[in-house]
Nanobody
Framework: QVQLVESGGGLVQPGGSLRLSCAAS????????IGWFRQAPGKEREGLLC????????YYADSVKGRFTISRDNAKNTLLLQMNSLNPEDTAVYYC????????????????WGQGTQVTVSS
């Protein structure tokens, strides 16, 4: 069984931080480029950033550069998204997704997706 599961979402105040997790089963995350996407109500799914097979992070959304950081925990077959300085515009369902061999900011090329985790930024 091939599966990705996101966790760590919730309600946070503006200016706060969250750390999301993306746990893989049935395949090795380190063998894939892993992207993070988000989708707000009534909007298209937006590509945010992606870590490639070399370990380099590529940013596709200017709005998250300098605030969101990806890291791999290969021992746990898990990928982390550290989200800092959150604002209400960050409110969305966040998804991790996997593809080979290259990163992309478009969702179409990703074959494996998690179920999503809700992030709400509000006072």
């Amino acid at each position: 069984q091939v599966q990705l599961v996101e966790s760590g979402g919730g309600l946070v105040q503006p200016g706060g931080s969250l750390r999301l997790s993306c746990a893989a089963s049935g395949f090795i995350l380190d063998d894939y480029a892993i992207g993070w996407f988000r989708q707000a109500p009534g909007k298209e799914r937006e590509g945010l950033l992606c870590i490639n097979l070399r370990g380099t992070t590529i940013y596709y959304a200017d709005s998250v550069k300098g605030r969101f950081t990806i890291s791999r925990d290969n021992a746990k077959n898990t990928l982390l998204l550290q989200m800092n300085s959150l604002n209400p515009e960050d409110t969305a369902v966040y998804y991790c997704a996997a593809k080979r061999p290259y990163c992309s900011g478009l969702p179409k090329g990703f074959g494996y997706w998690g179920q999503g985790t809700q992030v709400t930024v509000s006072s």
